[in-house]
């Protein structure tokens, strides 16, 4: 009865490194996002994945950031020359998207808590 | 201007009490959805509560209901019978149009439940 899954739930990079997150989503679906959520704040959207079909990623803060879905199940946030301000904890979420908006839930994981130094 | 607000930090309520926690919502979309999630001190988001813009009934599912008010745009929770285990972080968020769009979130409202 798995849920939606996150690796590694936390993450600690020196300034520069690059980091990449994963993303293990409920079996059968098809939508996959992912946010950004900084401490006290609510989640903010990064990007969206209709199976391996990036639709949107307006929400990705720099070119330093990039997310894949190559097989339209497991996706991986990667944050390349990672800064403090990238710290804060990355939610994935995966939907079923059956068209009926009542199915149209997003189910979280847990999250990775990524502290640059 | 945002689209959803969350007005109230931080909220206390005696156990077995019920609570409201507020949210108002904006948007020119006639098709939306409004979501409540509870985020406790583990971090995992946990699905309560959907709302459905066209939905004729305010949503409920067990302790939790929904007072959804259209016209004033506000989605308010309301937790009957709180517990302990209740004590959390509260968000409302929203989706604009159909499956598959971004959900748009509150700043949550830290609810504390006392014996």
């Known amino acids: 009865g798995a849920g939606v899954s996150q690796s590694p739930r936390y993450k600690v990079a020196k300034r520069g490194q690059d980091v990449a997150l994963r993303c293990d989503p409920i079996?059968?679906?098809?939508?996959l996002f992912w946010y950004q959520q900084a401490l006290g704040q609510g989640p903010e959207f990064l990007t969206y994945?209709?199976?391996?079909?990036?639709?949107?990623k307006s929400g990705l803060p720099s070119d330093r950031f990039f997310a894949e879905r190559p097989e339209g199940s497991v996706s991986t946030l990667k944050i390349q020359r990672t800064q403090q301000e990238d710290s804060a904890v990355y939610l994935c979420?995966?939907?079923?998207?059956?068209?009926?908006?009542?199915?149209?839930?997003?189910?979280f994981g847990p999250g990775t808590r990524l502290t640059v130094l | 201007a945002q689209k959803i607000t969350q007005t109230q930090p931080g909220m206390f309520v005696q156990e077995k009490e019920a609570v409201t926690l507020d949210c108002t919502y904006d948007?020119?979309?006639?098709?939306?959805?409004l979501f409540w999630y509870k985020q406790p001190s583990s971090g995992e988001m946990i699905f309560l509560i959907y709302?459905?813009?066209?939905?004729?009934q305010n949503a409920t599912e067990g302790r939790y209901s929904l007072n959804f008010q259209k016209a004033r745009k506000s989605a308010n929770l309301v937790i009957s019978a709180s517990q302990l285990g209740d004590s959390a972080m509260y968000f409302c968020?929203?989706?604009?149009?159909?499956?598959?769009?971004?959900?748009?979130f509150g700043t949550g409202t830290s609810l504390t439940v006392i014996p």
């Open positions: 968020a929203m989706r604009e149009g159909f499956a598959g769009n971004q959900f748009y």
């Open positions: 994945f209709q199976n391996e079909a990036q639709l949107d």
């Open positions: 979420a995966s939907s079923l998207n059956s068209g009926r908006t009542s199915t149209d839930t997003q189910y």
């Open positions: 079996s059968g679906h098809v939508s």
């Open positions: 948007t020119s979309d006639p098709s939306y959805g």
């Open positions: 709302q459905g813009s066209y939905d004729q």
